[in-house]
């Protein structure tokens, strides 16, 4: 079946130590997303790709950086710099950056201890 | 940049009662309103959206209004069942671009049995 798949699904860090989360998708989207979820604040945009090898950033991109190297792939790294990193984070891929339904993968908790 | 606000945050109901969750916008150009369903641990999934040449849509037991003039936009479930309860997401094109949706905060619908 196509979708988005996001791993690992829950992850612990240390403070310092940078992580990167995973998303696939195999829907032929040209669009990925990266969205943060806290109690009470809906989703934030992280960062965003319309095409492979180009990326902007979102609302709150301090703190993270990601990669567009293939079409079906959009890993996000949560590094040191983010002050704040547990959170529960989405990656989502449309079709075109105007086009389609927005869909989301399942999820990567992220814990710092 | 765009500005949803969502209301209620939370929402408790009767099975067989109807619920009723509402969203202000703030930028006048936008044009695409979706709706998105977050059953607990797993991602977003739309259930639902309108476009600004519309006023009103309906799918079955939901529909969504759009008033322009006022600025807002509101889900209406019917006849809700104890599946409906999840966690409600309105969005607003963050400008004139579909794909930088902006979220609201969210409304987490109890349906009590």
């Known amino acids: 079946d196509g979708g988005i798949t996001q791993s690992p699904k829950y992850l612990f860090r240390k403070e310092g130590q940078n992580v990167t989360l995973s998303c696939e998708q195999n829907?032929?989207?040209?669009?990925m997303y990266w969205y943060r979820q806290d109690p009470g604040q809906g989703l934030r945009l992280i960062y965003y790709?319309?095409?492979?090898?180009?990326?902007q950033k979102g609302d709150i991109a301090e703190g993270y950086s990601v990669s567009r190297e293939k079409k079906e792939s959009f890993p996000l790294t949560v590094t040191s710099a983010q002050k704040n990193p547990t959170a529960f984070y989405l990656c989502a891929s449309r079709q075109g950056m105007n086009t389609g339904e927005l869909f989301f993968g399942e999820g990567s908790r992220l814990t710092v201890l | 940049g765009e500005n949803v606000e969502q209301h209620p945050s939370t929402l408790s109901v009767q099975e067989g009662d109807s619920a009723v969750i509402k969203c202000t916008y703030s930028?006048?150009?936008?044009?695409?309103f979706p709706w998105y369903k977050q059953e607990l641990g797993k991602g977003p999934q739309l259930i639902i959206d309108i476009r600004s040449n519309v006023g009103e849509k309906k799918d079955q037991r939901i529909a969504v209004t759009l008033n322009k003039t006022a600025k807002h936009f509101s889900l209406h479930i019917t006849e809700t069942q104890p599946e409906d309860s999840a966690v409600y997401f309105c969005a607003g094109p963050g400008g004139t671009s579909y794909g930088k949706l902006t979220f609201g905060q969210g409304t987490i619908l109890t349906v009590h049995p």
């Open positions: 790709s319309q095409i492979v090898n180009d990326f």
């Open positions: 829907l032929n989207h040209d669009a």
């Open positions: 930028d006048s150009a936008s044009n695409y």
